[in-house]
C-alpha cells in the first residue's frame, strides 16, 4: 500500500551513481548504506511505493541524517535531497509513534528554541552562576552548558537605526531566536557594520522564529506560519533582509518554495525570498569600507553546511576576512564537512554529533589558528564545545565580529 508523502517523480533524480558518499558525513563516520543519501532515497522511495514499512531502524536510518545538504553540493543530477528528507521527516511525524523520551526531547526543542522570551527564563539560573563566578566550573560537567557562549547580556536593539554618513540602501535584519539570547554581541556587530556601510537598519519587533527549526523536526504547518509572520513583519519596501545565522538565511531563501501552493503569499514568497542575503553575501556585494583596525591573526574559516550547501555561499565569508588587515586566512581540511550541530542534531543525537565534533576540531587544531571564523550560531556552539573538550583555547568568532572590530565602532546611533 502506498503511503505517499512526496511527488515520487522526485525520486527518480537519483541514479545511484555514489558520487554523494564521499560527502556525507554519517556515511564518512559509519560506512553503512542506509546512512548514505542514496541509501536514505532507497528507503524513502520504499516508504511511498509501499514496499518498505516503517519501522523502528528504518526512522532511526532517516533520523541520523544531519540534513546538511553536502550531498546536493556533489550530485551532478541536481537531485533535491533537502524537500525529500523533509517530507520523510514529517511523514515520519505524524505516522510513527517514538519512545516518550524522544518525543519530550524534540518537543522540547520545538517549545524551547523558537521563543527567546521563554529562552532567557531558563538561562537566567545559568546567568546567575556565570556573575558569581563559577559557571566555568559547571561547563566541565554538564554538556549543555559547555556549548554556550558567554551569557553576558547586550543592550536590546531598537527597531530601526539609520546609516552613518549617506543613506546607500534600507535593509531589514533578522534578530533571531537563539541568536538574539546568546549571541546579541553578534545582532550588535552586523548592525553597526551595516551603518558603517551607508544601511539603514530595521529590526521589527513583529518578526519571529524563520521556521527551520520546525521544519527540520517534521512540523511543516508551524514552520509556514512562520514564514507568514515574517514576510508580514519585513514588508516589501526593503533593499534586502540580511540574516546572519546560515540555517535561518536558507529557510528563509525557500519561503517561496514551501509557499507556491499559498494564494494569499505565493508571489510575496517569492520577491521576499528574493531579497534574502547572508550578512558576508551581502557585504561582499557592495563597494565595502575599508577596515582600518587591526585583525584576529591566523585564522581558518568553517563553512556552515547551510550557507555553503544550502546558499551557495562560500567566497564572500573569505573576501571578507581577507579585506581584514592582519589576517593571516588559512584554509581547513574538510571547511564544508557538517561539525554535528545541524540544528538541533546536537540535542537529538548526541553521539553522531560528539563524533563530529571531535573530527571538526582535530581539523582546526591542525591548521595552526589562533581563531576560528563561523558564520553560524548552532556552528558556534558545537565546535566551541568541541575545541574545549580538545584541551584548545582557539576563538570561535562570527566574521562580521572581527570586521567590526576592525572597525572599531562606537555606539549605534538611533
Known amino acids: 500500500m502506498s503511503q505517499r508523502f512526496v511527488d515520487p517523480e522526485k525520486f ?49 536510518h532517516l533520523d541520523l541524517c544531519l540534513g546538511c545538504r553536502a550531498c546536493e553540493t556533489a550530485c551532478p543530477s541536481g537531485v533535491h535531497y533537502g524537500e525529500l528528507i523533509e517530507a520523510a521527516r514529517a ?39 556565570e556573575s558569581i563566578g563559577v559557571l566555568d566550573r559547571v561547563r566541565q560537567w554538564m554538556p549543555m552548558a559547555a556549548m554556550l557562549p558567554r551569557l553576558t547580556a547586550e543592550p536590546a536593539l531598537p527597531e530601526r537605526v539609520e546609516a552613518m554618513g549617506v543613506e546607500q540602501k534600507q535593509v531589514g535584519l533578522l534578530t533571531g531566536c537563539v541568536a538574539q539570547v546568546l549571541f546579541a554581541k553578534v545582532n550588535t556587530a552586523t548592525v553597526r557594520v551595516l551603518q558603517r556601510n551607508g544601511c539603514a537598519v530595521a529590526m521589527p519587533a513583529q518578526q519571529g522564529c524563520c521556521g527551520a527549526l520546525y521544519l527540520h523536526s ?48 505565493a508571489d510575496k514568497a517569492r520577491v521576499f525570498s528574493e531579497r534574502v542575503r547572508d550578512i558576508t553575501e551581502f557585504l561582499a ?28 555561499v562560500r567566497a564572500a565569508p573569505r573576501q571578507l576576512l581577507r579585506a581584514i588587515p592582519g589576517v593571516e586566512l588559512v584554509e581547513l581540511q574538510e571547511s564544508d564537512l557538517c561539525c554535528g550541530s545541524a540544528g538541533s542534531y546536537n540535542l537529538t ?39 574545549k573538550a580538545a584541551g584548545t583555547t582557539i576563538e570561535v568568532r562570527h566574521p562580521v565580529e572581527l570586521l567590526d572590530e576592525a572597525y572599531s565602532a562606537g555606539k549605534l546611533r538611533t
Open 218 to 265: 517534521g512540523e511543516r504547518q508551524q514552520a509556514l506560519a512562520c514564514a507568514r509572520n515574517n514576510i508580514d513583519a519585513f514588508g516589501a519596501n526593503l533593499d534586502a533582509v540580511v540574516v546572519n545565522a546560515a540555517g535561518c538565511g536558507a529557510m528563509m531563501k525557500e519561503y517561496g518554495d514551501l509557499l507556491r501552493d499559498d494564494p494569499g503569499y
Open 285 to 312: 556585494a557592495l563597494p565595502l569600507v575599508a577596515p582600518q583596525g587591526p585583525g584576529g591573526g591566523r585564522t581558518t574559516y568553517h563553512d556552515a553546511c547551510h550557507l555553503a550547501h544550502g546558499q551557495g
Open 349 to 387: 543525537e548526541p553521539e553522531m554529533a560528539h563524533r563530529l565534533g571531535a573530527r571538526k576540531a582535530a581539523n582546526i587544531i591542525a591548521t595552526g589558528a589562533t581563531c576560528v571564523a563561523v558564520a553560524n550560531p548552532g556552528c558556534a556552539m558545537q565546535i566551541q564545545a568541541a575545541l
Open 91 to 129: 511523514f515520519v511525524e505524524t505516522t510513527h509513534r517514538r519512545s516518550w523520551l524522544d518525543r519530550w526531547r524534540r518537543r522540547a526543542v520545538s517549545i524551547v528554541f523558537p521563543r527567546p522570551r521563554l529562552l532567557r527564563v531558563l538561562l537566567a539560573p545559568l546567568r546567575l552562576l
Open 12 to 60: 527518480l533524480d537519483c541514479v545511484h551513481c555514489g558520487l554523494c558518499l564521499t560527502a556525507c558525513p554519517t556515511y564518512l563516520e559509519l560506512g553503512t548504506e542506509m546512512d548514505s543519501p542514496r541509501g536514505r532515497i532507497h528507503l524513502m522511495r520504499g516508504l511511498e511505493e509501499g514496499s518498505i514499512d516503517l519501522t523502528r531502524d528504518v526512522v532511526r
